[in-house]
């Protein structure tokens, strides 16, 4: 099939492209071919979907393009097609369309497959169902998926294929939008479209993200239904379901009905002990895993790593990571920085970060983090900062807890202004209460309250009211204490520790009729009066 355009292109370009298959879509096989040698008649050829286009077989270079060249032979096809559109020339060819969308997902080159979408007549898109899906799932996985919504709400026969439904569900559930994506996935099934074996799957990963076990339950039976109880990957998707919603009893049953588990399966197990701190199942799951012939990928190493482990065990999963050669990779390497911090072996956090060949800003939170009472945490910033990688707001909370331990008041201070003024990173909740922490520990009780009532842009939570609590208590200020404590039995009615720092304010400061009414407020409150005070 051949498609003749009346236009004048002022440059030779022969660009031949195969997209690979997908499990969702056809491969086409495309041949752009336009010429300019006095002559206005332009063929772009379509070679049978079936064709095999033949490469040379030299070294690999030859037989893929890099990323970069993919992109680049990308826009010099959009671009000869935007000129033919702007020389007056209308293309209505939908494997023109439907080739570049999907090469455009492969390189998942959104702002390309916009271009695209603007080259589309309206008319086209409004009556082809391939192109408005492929469009559609371009949009979702790229997270914009309010325009994926409203391109699917345009869209003609919705209802003939799970394909654009499964792409918004999928766009919704990727970006953390799980009451979207279910609300998509039961619309679905009340319009009368059948899910299939993609479906269930992202409706499962929503259902988890919501923590509703009774939804999951119901997506279960719609599993069952449908006939595919048995699916690998579906059966995959319950286990975490379950475990993510709090019956990792039923989880555990699924698990040992997968016939043959892949790293998927073991690794939706373990997290799901790891979630219910169920760390012995988790290590003999571990080992069962290691013993069935399963090569473990860095999820549950480094869910095993950050769990808190003994350290012997700890060690010896080092020991494993050494010998099987994965010990640079990125994320277990982090995972080891984090687990011989909370081990407070800074020694070892160090070699470990100082070894390693590429860092990112974990790793840089990470060491410190592990330093935050020590001077070596703002040390270790201004070399974060001339390696060029970005601080982020976990970053600020380290470092201003490192200054509010080391009562360095000044770095706090200039920390906390770049924080907004160079990195353009809007204080939280736990920024303003490592200040007050900092203005309390060394006295500045009255800084500290202005700090909350003046500087905070949200209202002071109770992390803020507790450490200007404390910090009155520490201090022996009356009046802000009675401010800060009144804040915080209302955010927090039912914590006794704030009633018995105030009752210390008080029996410091000489007050035990004040010391006597806030032990009848506790009273009626039900807390245990006769309890002795704790010590600090």
Known sequence: MALTLQQNIPTTLNFNFTSPHHLCAKSTCITFSFTNKNTKLTKLHYPNPKSHISLQKSPQTQLFFNQKTKLEALETVITSLEATVKNGTHIYDPQIFASLLETCFRLQAIDHGIRVHCLIPEKLLRKNVGISSKLIRLYASSGQTQQAHQLFDKMPKRTASAFPWNSIISGYAEKGMFEDALAMYFQMVEEGVQPDCYTFPRALKACGGVGLIHVGEEV?????????????????????????????????????????????????????????????????????????????????????????????????????????????????????????????????????????????????????????????????????????????????????????????????????????????ISPRMEHYGCMVNLYGRVGLIDKAFDFVMKRMEFEAGPTVWGALLYACYRHGNVKIGEIAAQHLFELEPDNEHNFELLMKI???????????????MMAERGFDTWTPYKSH
């Open 220 to 424: 279960h039976r719609h599993v069952i239904r449908r006939g595919f109880g048995s699916n690998g990957f579906i059966l995959n998707a319950l286990v975490d379901m379950y475990a993510k919603c709090g019956d990792i009893v039923r989880a555990q049953k699924l698990f040992d009905q997968i016939g043959t588990k892949d790293l998927v399966s073991w690794n939706s197990m373990l997290i799901g002990y790891m979630r219910h701190e169920l760390i012995t199942k988790a290590l003999n799951l571990f080992r069962l895993m290691i013993h069935d012939g399963i090569e473990p990928d860095s999820v549950p190493i480094s869910a095993l790593l950050v769990a808190r482990l003994p350290f012997s065990i700890g060690k010896q999963i080092h020991g494993w990571v050494l010998r099987r050669g994965t010990n640079q990779e990125l994320s277990i390497v982090n995972s080891l920085v984090d687990f011989y911090a909370g081990q407070k072996k800074l020694k070892q956090v160090r070699w470990l970060f100082e070894h390693m060949c590429e860092r990112d800003v974990v790793s840089w939170n990470s060491v410190i983090s592990a330093h935050s009472k020590h001077p070596e945490a703002l040390s270790y910033f201004e070399k974060m900062v001339k390696s060029g990688s970005l601080p982020d707001g976990v970053t600020f909370v380290s470092l201003l807890s490192a200054c509010a331990h080391l009562g360095k008041l000044e770095d706090a201070e200039r920390l906390f202004r770049i924080m907004k003024e160079r990195y353009d």
């Open 506 to 520: 008080y029996k410091n400061a000489g007050l035990i009729e004040d010391v006597e009414r806030i032990k009848l």
